[in-house]
């Protein structure tokens, strides 16, 4: 139950984006927009009140719940961004908007990018863990929880990559010239040419 949970969420978060931006875009509806936009964390929450169930029904805890919270923690971090992403691409190349934002290649601002995705991934493994240690708690037997303890672990681990990857990330950017990108063409020139 709570695995289908996951991907029903999933699809639920980029269904929920895709009707925002129809809205947003195609229906000039900005509020009603909003309104899909910003019920994505509600989401989170029903697949929460899922894995609490299953748990509380004398469900043992496995490597479902432990991915359960992944995804919360990782959707809580990430998921404004996302939408962010997909909307400035949305509004540069199908209507005219203003080119996306890039993130830097090179030198203090690279650094400062590099820092900032690290502390967001480092938030969601914490968000992740304390969901993690609340259905341990809500278990409430050692026995059926044991594989949620392991879960600690695979945090940990993704943690300890991000961290290599942020560091790999800022020391190629130190020193290193910008190099101009041409702007991408709009998708809707493409398809007009």
Not at 12 to 26: D, H, K, P
Not at 28 to 45: A, D, Y
Not at 94 to 123: C, D, K, M, Q, S
Request: net charge positive; glycine share 10%; with cysteine.
């Amino acid at each position: 139950m709570v695995v289908a949970m996951i991907v029903v969420c999933e699809v639920g978060f980029w269904v929920l984006i895709a009707l925002g931006l129809l809205s947003r875009y195609a229906l000039r509806r900005r509020r009603l927009s909003n309104v899909f936009l910003f019920s994505t964390p509600l989401l989170e929450l029903i697949l929460l009140v899922v894995a609490v169930v299953d748990l509380r029904g004398g469900a043992t805890a496995g490597a479902r719940h432990g991915i359960a919270a992944l995804y919360i923690g990782s959707t809580v971090m990430f998921g404004h961004r996302a939408i962010r992403w997909v909307d400035q691409r949305v509004g540069y190349h199908f209507l005219g908007g203003p080119l996306p934002w890039r993130p830097p290649t090179h030198g203090v601002e690279r650094i400062r990018y590099e820092v900032t995705e690290f502390a967001r991934v480092v938030g969601a493994m914490a968000i992740a863990a304390a969901l993690v240690g609340l259905l341990i708690l809500i278990t409430g037997d050692a026995d059926r929880s044991e594989a949620l303890v392991g879960t600690f672990g695979m945090l940990g681990a993704i943690t300890a990559i991000s961290l290599v990857i942020a560091v790999v990330g800022a020391v190629s950017a130190v020193g290193k010239p910008p190099k101009p990108k041409p702007a991408p063409r709009r998708l809707r020139d493409r398809v007009s040419a």
